[in-house]
């Protein structure tokens, strides 16, 4: 065991010296242990644990790096408040990095000399996945994607034969026969990917897709492979897997020749496709890639979408996802499709790039062995949507929408969850299914 873990603390060590720059360096150096940023947190605000706080979070990256990479640290460790990257000090960074933490970004908005936090965990992320120390739900949904070509594990001919149900449920829901969710199209402008958790458990999300691109007069396709917009090597820090799985759906793009690669409503999805996946594979892409949510107000701004707010009566709030907000730059377009499709709309305290993380970011979600500090760390989001009085909580994003109908059942909040796409599909005067 002792020789593993001597491996593992290498592998951990040699990820911090190949990655380390001078901006994180100074970072790890620069904190004045304010205390400002325990109050930005949600995790800290729904536990009050000073373990939660994120430069306290922090310091477990300064700590090793302190070590190994300052003088004081390597001569007198105790004194410059330096540890070994022993066994218990590789856990508490993990469990800092993946069950404290959601990299949500919030506490850099609150840093009192502008450093962020949330880049020191991300850094922290990648040296717990280089000592193998990636919590199973995660490390699982990587090893299926690899293996399967999605996180779920669906068969090409499941995808075709689910698609081609909800087609047929389409027509028959709105009376329209030429409504279509095709599949495969070569030469289509665009192509639209999906969480594989839509197929399974979410497909009324599809075929709200279907029906705005039917309004809208899109010419657009699905893809029987290929089409998995989630990325768990981003969670995970794992940038080989996630160049490989934002890899696939570049070329898949490139072989149906599209113009626009749209991404369902994801948080992390948009951010790996759009920001990430040039980094990763080392290039530009040839195609634009875009959010449904930005899509979906294109078309409004065209005119190319009819919508009767009165569809919609029922008080609605947004949640706004950390990765399509803080870190994807998504912002406005939501609520200007929210306004022309709801006759109530009502935001959240705060919100926009200061809202609070839903708790089931960073891939938490899949961490079943952090499952009830997650939904611990949903009570300032529960708090939030309770205060507004909506009855409907719209989420442009799965992995939000998920931990969003947790949190509605364990805190009692008696709301319905939607993506914007169902909602916007509810008030279609055109195509849909008035």
Known sequence: MAERMDDAARRALAALEDRLDERTAAYLNACVRCGLCADSCHVFLATGDPETIPAKKAERVARLYRRYHTLLGRIAPRFAGAEDASDEALDALATAAFGRCTVCGRCALHCSVGLDPAAILRFARLMAQAAGRVPKGIQASIDLARATGNNMGIAREDVIETLSWLEEDLRDTTGDASIQLPVDRPGARV??????RELKFFPLSISAAGMIFHAAGENWTLSSTDFDLTNYGMFAADEAAAGEFSGRIVRRAEELGVEELVVAECGHGYRALRWEAPEWLGRRLPFRVTSFVEVMARYLA???LALDPSRNPARV???DPCNLVRHGGVIEEQRRVLRAAVADFVEMTPNRLDNYCCGGGGGLL????HAAARLEAGRPKADQIRATGAKVVAAPCHNCIDQLGEINRHYKLGVEVK????????ALTTGGPG
């Open 191 to 196: 192509y639209y990917v999906l969480n594989p």
């Open 302 to 304: 065209e005119g190319r």
């Open 317 to 319: 709030t947004l949640h």
């Open 366 to 369: 899949a961490a079943s062995e």
């Open 419 to 426: 993506t914007i796409a169902e909602i916007v599909a509810d």
